[in-house]
């Protein structure tokens, strides 16, 4: 339960892999993200999230847009709209999870306490992390350039992050992020692996940084009468 709550705002087909990438590579990326994390302050994007469970070697997908915010240092706000197949809203705010199933017209709540800060981390990997500070956590390895589908033309290097300890090694056996070779260092793509063999693998697509948002952008939109639960009580 508590790998899903994490990886829902995750918020969470790689192709086989060209020759390896030379080895100066990920100092010039580090360095890319150092830049880009202090200079972060928002993104929005449309998602392609495909979750895989090992046990029923089953996969589902949904598509979505998404939304976040920088709101302090180590902390972000973050709305999920998925729209495919089931339409459901997902909010992160203030340690706070909470998801609105419109055709039941329902919010689900849940307090994640100390979790709280976790996803924070999870959800910022990528889009507001320095580099410096995923070195300091995960150990870090290139996977060599890559094409996807949908982004033909654009060298991508794929790094393989495996957290060194901590609560992480809990919930995430490895992370996976694609990013362009030049230009801006935000992934183009994400994969999010549990030791249970269960993964997530998030594709943004429409990517835009640092843009003004509108007052509403990260509110939860629901409809009058909506009942709230809290399915941790």
């Known amino acids: 339960m508590r790998y899903r709550v994490l990886t829902t ?47 029923l070697n089953e996969d589902n997908t949904e598509t979505g ?22 339409p459901r809203t997902v909010s992160f705010e203030n340690r706070r999870l909470r998801i609105y199933y419109p055709k039941i017209n329902t919010i689900q709540e849940f307090d994640l306490g100390k979790h709280g ?15 410096t500070a ?8 290139e996977r060599g350039k890559e094409t ?8 991508i290097i794929r790094l393989r992050l495996i957290p060194k300890g901590g609560e992480a090694l809990q919930y995430v ?16 793509q994400e994969k999010i692996s549990a030791p249970s063999g269960d993964y997530r693998r998030i594709t943004y697509t429409e990517l835009k940084t640092n843009q003004p948002l509108p007052p509403n952008a990260l509110q939860l939109k629901t409809r009058p009468g909506v009942i709230t639960e809290n399915p941790r009580k």
């Open 134 to 141: 995923l070195a300091k956590d995960y150990d870090v390895s």
């Open 173 to 188: 056996k490895q992370l996976e992020l694609w990013i362009p070779e030049s230009g801006d260092p935000y992934p183009i």
């Open 65 to 86: 847009t998404v939304v976040m915010k920088k709101v302090g240092p180590g902390e972000v706000r973050g709305l999920i709209e998925f729209q495919k197949p089931d």
């Open 9 to 55: 705002l995750l918020c969470l087909i790689a192709l086989p892999a060209a020759p390896v990438t030379p080895p100066d590579a990920w100092p010039s990326i580090q360095a890319r993200m150092d830049k880009a994390a202090r200079e972060f302050k928002s993104m929005t994007a449309r998602v392609t999230s495909l979750v895989h469970t090992d046990v």
């Open 117 to 131: 800060e976790q996803l924070d981390q999870f959800f910022m990997i990528g889009f507001g992390t320095s580099g």
């Open 148 to 155: 996807l589908k949908g982004f033909e033309g654009v060298q």
